[in-house]
Every structure is written in structure tokens, then in C-alpha cells.
């Protein structure tokens, strides 16, 4: 019932900037949660970022003051802003939107930083 669609991604020089986008389709009638997660190769899927019901943004550690999620709720759509690019921030971007009571995920934006 419900279709993520994710851009956004690419390649940047480290410091450099780049938002991704993540539009959700279909039925929707609440949208509960909203999150970034990111999975490097070899590594495990973490969390990034997730949004509350008020616009509160929770970020992990590693990409504090760095990157800023948001929403859209017009659009059905969760950003994340990320500035201050760092190698270690490359990675697949997955965004999870959980409505009503059903999770969904994203096909993946790959995020590239390298000098």
C-alpha cells in the first residue's frame, strides 16, 4: 500500500553538502515514525536520524550538528540535510517511515564522500 521513493544521493568532496529525499506514496493515513538509517559495507545498518510527531530531530553521535532531518507533511516527504561531509559518512541511505502500525523501507540512495 505504501511506496518509498529515495534521491538525492551521489558523490561530494569531503565538506561538502547534499540532501536527500525520501517521498512516500499510496495509502497513508498517519505516518507514525520517521527515520534515516545508513548501512557502510560491511557493516551493519545504524541509525542516523529520526524525526518526533513535534519536528524534534534525534541524531546519533557520529553526525551530530552535521545533519538535520525534516518533513514535509504535505508532500509525505522526510529529508535529511547533511553538511560538513565526512568519508566515513559514505554509505547506503535507506528512510523508514512507519504508518500506522507497518514499516517500510526505502530502495537505498548510495552516499559517496571522497577527495
Known amino acids: 500500500q505504501v511506496q518509498l521513493v529515495e534521491s538525492g544521493g551521489g558523490l561530494v568532496q569531503p565538506g561538502g553538502s547534499l540532501r536527500l529525499s525520501c517521498a512516500a506514496s499510496?495509502?497513508?493515513?498517519?505516518?507514525?515514525?520517521m527515520a534515516w538509517h545508513r548501512q557502510a559495507p560491511g557493516k551493519q545498518r545504524e541509525l542516523v536520524a529520526s524525526?518526533?510527531?513535534?519536528?524534534?530531530?534525534i541524531y546519533a553521535d557520529s553526525v551530530k550538528g552535521r545533519f538535520t532531518i525534516s518533513r514535509d507533511n504535505a508532500k509525505n516527504t522526510i529529508y535529511l540535510q547533511m553538511t560538513s561531509l565526512k568519508p566515513e559518512d559514505t554509505a547506503v541511505y535507506y528512510c523508514?517511515?512507519?504508518?500506522?502500525?507497518?514499516?517500510?523501507w526505502g530502495q537505498g540512495t548510495q552516499v559517496t564522500v571522497s577527495s
Open positions: 523508514l517511515i512507519i504508518e500506522g502500525v507497518r514499516a517500510y
Open positions: 524525526i518526533t510527531s513535534g519536528n524534534s530531530g
Open positions: 499510496g495509502s497513508i493515513f498517519s505516518i507514525n515514525g
